[in-house]
């Protein structure tokens, strides 16, 4: 490796095959996704409709669930002796519809299932391509690669599949349906960043040369990729909700909207996740904006000047409040908070792409 | 105000099940109460005819409603929009009076509605004032009665456990007593607040919760106030200083260029540091695709931080200003300095010096101007005053404009235009040292009438007509000059410590899960004990569930169940209430464990 040249125009040159590489396994993943919906949607099993139209269901509004788990308890002899776990009975809150999730994106289907599979294991595939990328760019410049918005891109659509993955990988939640927007949306993300916001790569200005651009960026990259996992379950909870609503209404609903929306998890459902993902990064992103101020304190001598970025982060962690609060004040619940929960979205993509474009600031680096 | 919460008991009390239930749900509701100190929320009616009293108590218990903060709170994110899209004059005035210029309809409208300075304007103080005293409204009362939570015990087990949102049940042989005994033994080793109240241990957990939440918003006052208070005992100002300047800069009031402070800051306590600039280094990117952009800065200096002290040697960067004394010394903008001499028609030097040029673009293109106040005679001999306008390109581009090409001093031009008159130094009237005021002054001309302009390689001269001097662009390295940011910051600490509140607060209020844990130990009918165990959280987790489980599990060894009867377990007089086995419940709406409730189709007729 020669390091003559601050730059390293091999390594550069190897990550954009890597981005183009990666972009082209999402492209084959967005495709088997395409077909595990298409596959999934010959399953003809109305299971919300049957819950929340067939009489029944609604008379017992408290549900109950059981689960059974066999655990081994070490015996007094030093071997292991198999006992039955008790079986713990859930009800849910009374008042909430009963609605269970849906099947997924294959809607049961065999052969939609192996699609599903099949996405998966090209999105884990393109995911670790697209890391790749990313590293050999961070080598190229031999610095975080979060320089200018090319690079931000490329790590936020990377982290933002990994937040997937990772998720997925849990198994505490099944969110698999989440394949086919996520691989969308990095798609376009990807698409903008080596088309529109292509930069060579380089040094960063002085003001970057700080450990704080790790801190305060790499959260910032990560917040964004949680954001958005939960704007999306927040979105599927609109459509969702009002399907069931309508539903329960017993008015007409699409054979289209039936279809996908039917495979989705239940309303409250996704209102939950939405909740527990937003609520979850929600003291990161503080720690983000502080750590900028803290950052901006060094850099520039001011800890907070209403710089447009640092006002938009406000803004956000602001609109980001009013939701968690909405969802504990009455009359705001639901609907209202999913609103607001999309609106915060909307400032932070705002703050990324509109303030980056459209407004200078001091967040203003190397051309966008 | 608080996050996350949902009302458990009212959630609870809300269902619409047969009369007979009634005792049942308000026991429940006892059961969840307490559970948080989230405010209830009341309607809002204005009961008629109040009295003044009755008016400001209404008015006090509208402004610290959870309705009327979430308003505020989006109001003030509304508020903040504008500052981000209107140039502001904190940031850059200049780009306010553009702006001013350029919109003369909009323009006054815009000042009157303070909308230049958003951040410090009446309606958005207004506005996170109003915020901050519904917060405070909230937050006392809260604390109080978390206070008296904390004294208090978990309310006792309600008569019906399967009614709670996660339940377990066995029989055992051991004593109902022990059972107890060893379940209180068993949650208080888990870190629950645990007691015995009649059949049955009642346990609590996760008062972290509310803490976190109080701390958070507690914080967020404390961050408030030393802002507040550190802006009126903060100073800063700016100074401008020239590469090898002997003098420097020392920090008393009359040596800054500008300087603000807040009210209550006392500027006889400066501290009386003083730097000069030995060197500024500036390097930039000399290839690529971002050619020009700057790679590195740095301010190589002398500092001493008073008079006894000797001289140190020390460098500031962007991003590592000096801290001296209690004060931060930043680098703000350099520029370059080009020395001229001037002459006057008999050839004695009349000016001799640097003349710091301020750049207006990337590439470091400088304009400023070069007075020559004293000791000029015309060639009549009277006093007069010269003014040239100074134009500086590092990288000159060849023909055309005076724009520069590149930042470093690779190609330096210096062209002059030229001026004699008053400069209006002397009339009292502030002026900007790096602008020529040409209103009375008068233009030299050239052999075509037009104001004499010529462009200099260093080295060259240009002469004023009619034996009136000349103006000298001086060879040698050209200077720099940087500008410093001297900034006194109080309640810093403060600030940062409300900070780190903020977030662990912000962590514990959201991360942690109150929750309650009943178990009850009972004699059955065929002398066996029956034991139940009930969880009640203040929203729906599948964490819940889990830890019971594994309480349950825990127990289980100092109460092995019992062999079941043959008829399915119908425990004491609860037989009305749906057992763990009579699966008779509609849907599975939570699956617990890793095991899914596979049954969900199975809905009862």
């Known amino acids: 490796m020669i390091l003559a040249a601050a730059t390293?125009?091999?390594?550069?040159?190897?990550?954009?095959?890597?981005?183009?590489?990666?972009?082209?396994?999402?492209?084959?993943?967005?495709?088997?996704?395409?077909?595990?919906?298409?596959?999934?949607?010959?399953?003809?099993?109305?299971?919300?409709?049957a819950a929340l139209t067939s009489g029944g269901a609604s008379e017992d509004a408290a549900a109950e669930a059981t689960a059974t788990v066999t655990v081994k308890v070490a015996a007094k002899g030093g071997g292991t002796t198999v006992l039955e776990r008790p079986k713990v009975v859930t009800r849910s809150a009374s008042g909430s519809r009963n609605v269970p999730d849906g099947p997924g994106a294959d809607g049961g289907d065999a052969q939609g299932d192996m699609w599903g599979r099949i996405a998966l294991a090209l999105t884990g595939l393109a995911f670790l391509i697209a890391a790749c990328g990313v590293v050999a760019r961070a080598l190229s410049v031999q610095r975080a690669p979060w320089g200018n918005m090319y690079e931000f891109s490329i790590t936020f659509s990377t982290v933002a599949v990994?937040?997937?993955?990772?998720?997925?990988?849990?198994?505490?939640?099944?969110?698999?349906?989440?394949?086919?927007?996520?691989?969308?949306?990095?798609?376009?993300?990807?698409?903008?960043?080596?088309?529109?916001?292509?930069?060579?790569?380089?040094?960063?200005?002085?003001?970057?040369?700080?450990?704080?651009?790790?801190?305060?960026?790499?959260?910032?990259?990560?917040?964004?990729?949680?954001?958005?996992?939960?704007?999306?379950?927040?979105?599927?909870?609109?459509?969702?909700?009002?399907?069931?609503?309508?539903?329960?209404?017993?008015?007409?609903?699409?054979?289209?909207?039936?279809?996908?929306?039917?495979r989705l998890p239940a309303a409250a459902?996704?209102?939950?996740?939405?909740?527990?993902?937003?609520?979850?990064?929600?003291?990161?992103?503080?720690?983000?904006?502080?750590?900028?101020?803290?950052?901006?304190?060094?850099?520039?001598?001011?800890y907070w000047e209403w710089d447009p970025k640092e006002t938009w982060s406000f803004i956000t962690w602001v609109a980001y409040a009013c939701y968690l609060h909405a969802r504990a004040t009455a009359g705001w619940k639901g609907r209202k908070a999913a609103t607001l929960a999309l609106v915060a979205f909307a400032c932070f993509l705002f703050n990324y792409y509109g303030v980056n474009i459209f407004v200078t600031g001091k967040h203003s680096y190397a051309g966008v | 105000?608080?996050?996350?919460?949902?009302?458990?008991?009212?959630?609870?009390?809300?269902?619409?099940?047969?009369?007979?239930?009634?005792?049942?749900?308000r026991e429940l509701g006892a059961a969840g109460s307490q559970l948080s100190t989230a405010p209830r929320e009341e309607p809002l009616a204005a009961g008629p005819r109040l009295g003044p009293i009755g008016w400001a108590r209404w008015f006090w218990r509208q402004l610290t409603s959870m309705r009327i903060a979430l308003l505020l709170l989006l109001l003030l994110s509304l508020a903040a929009i504008p500052g981000s899209l209107i140039p502001q004059t904190s940031a850059s005035s200049n780009k306010v009076d553009t702006f001013l210029t350029q919109h003369t309809t909009l323009g006054p409208i815009y000042d009157k509605l303070q909308l230049f300075h958003v951040y410090s304007s009446v309606w958005f103080s207004a506005i996170y004032i109003?915020?901050?005293?519904?917060?405070?409204?909230?937050?006392?009362?809260?604390?109080?009665?978390?206070v008296g939570q904390l004294r208090g015990r978990p309310p006792g087990a309600p008569s019906r456990l399967t009614r709670l949102p996660a339940y377990t049940t066995w029989r055992t042989d051991t004593e109902p007593e022990e059972v107890r005994k060893a379940a209180l033994t068993l949650l208080k080793r888990r870190r629950f607040r645990a007691h015995v109240v009649g059949d049955a241990v009642a346990a609590e957990k996760g008062y972290l919760r509310e803490s976190g939440n109080l701390i958070f918003h507690v914080a967020l006052i404390v961050m408030l106030v030393s802002f507040a208070s550190g802006s009126l005992f903060k100073s800063e100002g700016g100074k401008l200083i020239m590469e090898g300047d002997t003098d420097g800069f020392s920090n008393t009031l009359s040596q800054y260029d500008d300087f603000t402070s807040g009210s209550l800051f006392d500027t006889s306590n400066l501290p009386p540091f003083s730097f000069s600039l030995d060197h500024f280094v500036g390097t930039y990117e000399r290839s690529g695709p971002e050619v020009g952009t700057a790679r590195k800065f740095q301010a190589d200096i002398h500092y001493s931080a008073g008079p006894g002290d000797s001289e140190h040697k020390g460098v500031i960067k962007e991003n590592h200003p000096l801290q001296i004394e209690g004060s931060k010394v930043f680098l703000i903008s350099h520029g370059y300095a080009p020395s001229v001499t001037v002459k006057d028609g008999k050839g004695k030097v009349?000016?001799?010096?640097?003349?710091?040029?301020?750049?207006?673009?990337?590439?470091?293109?400088?304009?400023?101007?070069?007075?020559?106040?004293?000791?000029?005679?015309?060639?009549?001999?009277?006093?007069?005053?010269?003014?040239?306008?100074?134009?500086?390109?590092?990288t000159f581009g060849g023909k055309g404009q005076m724009l520069s090409q590149f930042p470093a001093p690779d190609f330096p031009v210096l062209n002059i235009g030229a001026y004699h008159g008053d400069l209006g130094v002397d009339?009292?009237?502030?002026?900007?040292?790096?602008?020529?005021?040409t209103k009375s002054l008068t233009p030299f001309k050239d052999s075509k009438g037009d104001i004499l302009k010529k462009s200099l390689l260093p080295g060259e001269t240009m002469k004023l007509p009619n034996g009136a001097g000349s103006i000298t662009f001086d060879k040698g390295p050209i200077k720099q000059w940087a500008s410093f940011q001297i900034t006194h910051q109080p309640g810093e600490g403060w600030a940062l410590g409300g900070a780190v509140a903020a977030i662990l607060g912000l962590a514990g209020s959201l991360f942690i899960q109150r929750r309650r844990i009943w178990v009850r130990a009972t004699k059955g009918p065929d002398g066996v004990t029956v034991l139940e165990m009930a969880g009640l959280g203040r929203s729906e987790s599948a964490k819940l569930p889990e830890e019971l489980g594994d309480l349950a599990v825990t127990l289980i060894p100092e109460a092995p169940p019992a062999p079941e009867p043959d008829a399915p377990g119908v425990p004491e007089a609860d037989a009305t209430a749906p057992g763990p086995d009579a699966d008779d419940a509609g849907e599975a709406t939570a699956a617990t464990g890793a095991a899914p409730a596979d049954h969900a189709e199975g809905a009862e007729k």
């Open chain 1, 8 to 49: 390293n125009e091999n390594l550069a040159h190897t990550s954009n095959v890597l981005i183009y590489s990666a972009m082209a396994v999402y492209m084959l993943a967005f495709f088997a996704h395409i077909f595990e919906w298409t596959f999934g949607s010959r399953s003809k099993v109305a299971r919300t409709a």
């Open chain 2, 130 to 146: 109003l915020l901050f005293i519904s917060l405070i409204g909230c937050i006392i009362p809260r604390s109080w009665q978390f």
């Open chain 1, 162 to 262: 990994g937040v997937y993955l990772a998720l997925l990988a849990s198994r505490k939640l099944n969110i698999r349906w989440l394949g086919l927007p996520l691989v969308t949306t990095v798609l376009l993300t990807l698409g903008l960043a080596v088309s529109v916001l292509y930069t060579a790569s380089d040094q960063l200005v002085p003001a970057l040369h700080s450990y704080w651009l790790w801190i305060h960026v790499s959260c910032a990259i990560f917040c964004g990729a949680v954001f958005y996992v939960g704007a999306v379950a927040t979105l599927l909870y609109l459509f969702r909700d009002r399907y069931e609503t309508k539903l329960i209404a017993g008015e007409k609903v699409s054979a289209f909207a039936t279809s996908v929306l039917e």
């Open chain 2, 1 to 25: 105000m608080s996050n996350t919460d949902t009302h458990a008991g009212e959630d609870l009390a809300g269902d619409t099940t047969p009369t007979d239930d009634v005792a049942d749900e």
């Open chain 1, 269 to 302: 459902t996704l209102d939950k996740l939405a909740y527990r993902v937003n609520a979850a990064v929600f003291p990161l992103w503080t720690f983000t904006i502080i750590a900028g101020a803290i950052w901006a304190g060094s850099a520039w001598g001011h």
């Open chain 2, 427 to 437: 009339s009292g009237v502030p002026q900007n040292v790096y602008q020529l005021d």
């Open chain 2, 350 to 394: 009349v000016f001799h010096g640097n003349t710091p040029l301020l750049p207006f673009d990337k590439n470091l293109s400088s304009s400023g101007a070069i007075k020559v106040m004293d000791g000029y005679h015309d060639k009549n001999g009277k006093k007069d005053q010269l003014g040239f306008a100074a134009l500086f390109v590092p």
